[in-house]
């Protein structure tokens, strides 16, 4: 652009209105009704989706850690186990899975998920933690890391 | 999807029908254990949107227990809608109106407030007493754990049960009953 006295420079906006403005529609083009066409409608509306979309990502993160935790205390459940004293044990025995892994193992190895219960209860009842007594004889046979003394 | 994956989707998301015995129970901690059931809780393959809830028969519920007076205390709000339609019901006398609604009150409200709700108390059975109808008992294939062991009431102890209980002295010939 050029500008041939020092007040045109001032009043210039910026960037040409039409692109300033196709940005924002771009962003409003799957809204409903007004709030996708009509500029100073859509303004607004863009600016409470990307208000939206930050909190999403925190939230997003949030309900997964919930389902997860969901998931793996009814896999728990199923072996007559806690969450916390199976996340305990796996975490004394140096097992570091974190909840996704632990979830995923539940819905679709149930084998290796009721064998880190074993491992989980076996550890908790060799240290004595408080609630194991509820959770029945510790399982025969299971011998890991740090238990040899 | 092959014949194989089908047939195991069908098992995944196959209902078992549940039994819970509400004898001498606390319906209110029970309610905790039977949404559980209720909404799939109990299967590492849950998610809010998937339908993998179980039906639940629950008997004896005329039987249910209550803490301290909470018989007397405890109470039920009802409005018409219309004004002055406002009930109070004591819990003794709902429990005398209908012996079931005390047990579905309570799974009702430990249940989230939405709109699948409604859909998950369909699937819950209540009976006053352990006379369920034949096309419900045929479907049932598991039990939940009952929240405390039932103690076996004196009155239903065998005369000579009773007798043969090791006592630590007999009382004396002219010694009063009351």
């Known amino acids: ?149 | 999807m092959t014949a194989y994956k089908r047939v195991q989707q069908w098992n995944t998301f196959a209902r078992v029908w549940h039994l819970y015995d509400a004898t001498w129970q606390n319906p209110f901690e029970s309610a905790q254990r039977i949404m559980k059931y209720l909404k799939g809780l109990h299967k590492p393959i849950y998610h809010p949107l998937n339908d993998c809830g179980d039906h639940v028969v629950v008997i004896n519920s005329g039987e249910i227990a209550l803490l301290g007076d909470e018989w007397r205390k405890r109470v039920y709000f009802h409005h018409t809608g219309y004004p002055g339609g406002a009930t109070w019901t004591l819990a003794w006398e709902l429990h005398d109106k209908d012996p079931t609604m005390i047990m579905k009150k309570a799974v009702y409200n430990v249940m989230d407030g939405n709109l699948q709700r409604r859909y998950t108390m369909q699937r819950l059975h209540i009976y006053p007493d352990d006379d369920v109808p034949e096309k419900i008992k045929q479907n049932i294939t598991n039990q939940i754990r009952q929240l405390r062991p039932v103690p076996k009431r004196l009155d239903r102890y065998a005369p000579e049960e009773v007798q043969r209980f090791p006592k630590v002295m007999d009382w004396p010939k002219n010694y009063i009953l009351r």
């Not at chain 1, 300033?20 to 100073?40: D, P």
């Not at chain 1, 997003?60 to 044990?89: Q, S």
């Not at chain 1, 989980?120 to 040899?148: K, W």
């Open chain 1, 1 to 149: 652009m050029v500008f041939t006295s020092l007040a045109l420079f001032v009043r210039n906006r910026g960037p040409d209105e039409f692109w300033r403005k196709r940005k924002i529609l771009k962003l409003s083009a799957h809204f409903y009704g007004r709030r996708r066409n009509c500029y100073s409608i859509a303004i607004r509306a863009v600016h409470r989706a990307l208000v939206s979309a930050t909190k999403g990502r925190k939230l997003k993160k949030e309900d997964m850690v919930a389902l997860w935790e969901t998931r793996i205390t009814a896999g728990c459940e199923e072996h007559n186990m806690t969450y916390p004293l199976f996340r305990e044990g796996l975490v004394r025995c140096n097992i570091l899975l974190n909840r996704k892994t632990l979830a995923d193992l539940a819905v679709w190895e149930p084998r290796t998920f009721k064998s880190l219960v074993k491992v989980a209860h076996a550890r908790v009842s060799q240290d004595g933690l408080a609630g194991v007594t509820e959770l029945g004889d510790p399982p025969s046979g299971i011998i890991t890391r740090g238990m040899l003394k």
